[in-house]
């Protein structure tokens, strides 16, 4: 079984515009995946990593995908489960990066599409956690993004 952990947010960029300011700025090395422009990847401290323009997912309870254009996604199949256990802070610490380095304001974070583990946004120029009603501060932040997760059988 393979676990994902999602960002979704805008930016004003074009996906092969995006892609170029994350290799150079963040030093990703992303490319089509299978050929697809639309679908681009990359290995990220391990994980399987893309980030996508057009995810196509609907809301869904408290997920409000369609407010954002595009998808970061990390992926841990099985051969690679022993890097579950910094899967999350890993995406929690991308999103931050987006927001100090590409001006990525807002974003929702959430594990396997399915819950939303941290809501983000701009509050008097920080980064603030609609969830946990406060400003976005590491390592604590960690802990709260990984005591959202509900999920049977969840081992990181």
Not at 80 to 105: I, K, N, P, T, Y
Request: proline share 3%.
């Amino acid at each position: 079984m393979s676990i994902t952990v999602e960002y979704f947010f805008n930016h004003d960029l074009e996906l092969n515009q995006l892609t170029d300011v994350l290799n150079s700025t963040i030093g990703f090395s992303f490319a089509p995946y299978d050929g697809d422009q639309n679908d681009m990847y990359c290995r990220f401290m391990g994980m399987e990593l893309t980030v996508c323009m057009d995810h196509g997912l609907e809301n869904d309870r408290d997920c409000n995908f369609e407010d954002y254009a595009y998808q970061l996604s990390t992926r841990t199949p099985i051969p690679d489960g022993d890097l579950r256990r910094l899967q999350v802070e890993s995406m929690a610490m991308l999103a931050f990066v987006l927001f100090c380095r590409l001006d990525v304001g807002s974003g929702l974070l959430t594990f396997d599409a399915q819950q939303v583990l941290a809501r983000y946004y701009t509050l008097s120029g920080r980064w603030h956690d609609e969830l946990s009603g406060k400003d976005v501060s590491f390592p604590g932040h960690f802990v709260e993004v990984r005591s959202r997760i509900e999920r049977d059988g969840w081992v990181a």
